[in-house]
T-cell receptor, first 107, second 115 residues
């Protein structure tokens, strides 16, 4: 299987900016997805990248570098409700998920 | 509400029991998926169905048996499970399989405990 690596846990302050990184093996890459999962709830789609560059959607942005096997999710103007796990998923074309990054937003 | 409903939300079963998990999607999608989510581990893709045909089976033990009677419903039949099978089982659906921005929509999952 493929290794999708992302940090296990991060803490940030309300109103701040946080960047969650994701790295993967480049061979066979066919698209990268970010999902948000609140405890006890369904993962929900945040963003999709297949070409290099930045995709912006409101307070959330996602960046991709295919040659480096690297993506990040950028969350701006953090709110308490952003406390959740953020899952990086890569299609090879089989889907592989990272273990998720648990983000704690503090007042 | 994601349009994907899973029942039951919680299930406790003994190792000799037989039970089934149910997933229903109201999105008109053609592809459906079963995933296993264990604590601190990546989501593991178990089965994939496209237009009611199983297209992927990722080395899942035979004590898990999927069924897709139509494109809106997906079942996971469980029998003689082991304690290590305790996990959150997630169902997802997408418009199609394959290339492109085929977003998967997830249900809230069934929390399974095997005693």
């Amino acid at each position: 299987g493929q290794n999708i690596d992302q940090p296990t846990e991060m803490t940030a302050t309300e109103g701040a900016i946080v960047q969650i990184n994701c790295t993967y093996q480049t061979s066979g890459f066919n698209g990268l997805f970010w999902y948000q999962q609140h405890a006890g709830e369904a993962p929900t789609f945040l963003s999709y990248n297949v070409l290099d560059g930045l995709e912006e959607k409101g307070r959330f942005s996602s960046f991709l570098s295919r040659s480096k096997g690297y993506s990040y999710l950028l969350l701006k103007e953090l709110q308490m409700k952003d406390s959740a796990s953020y899952l990086c998923a890569v299609r090879f074309p089989k889907f592989y998920f990272g273990s998720g990054t648990k983000l704690n937003v503090k007042p | 509400e994601t349009g994907v409903t899973q029942t039951p939300r919680h299930l406790v079963m003994g190792m000799t029991n037989k039970k089934s998990l149910k997933c229903e999607q109201h999105l008109g999608h053609n592809a459906m998926y079963w995933y296993k989510q264990s604590a601190k581990k990546p989501l593991e893709l178990m089965f994939v169905y496209s237009l009611e045909e199983r297209v992927e089976n990722n080395s899942v033990p035979s004590r898990f048996s999927p069924e897709c009677p139509n494109s809106s419903h997906l079942f996971l039949h469980l029998h003689t499970l082991q304690p290590e099978d305790s996990a959150l089982y997630l169902c997802a659906s997408s418009q199609e399989l394959g290339q492109g921005k085929n977003i998967q929509y997830f249900g809230a999952g069934t929390r399974l405990s095997v005693l």
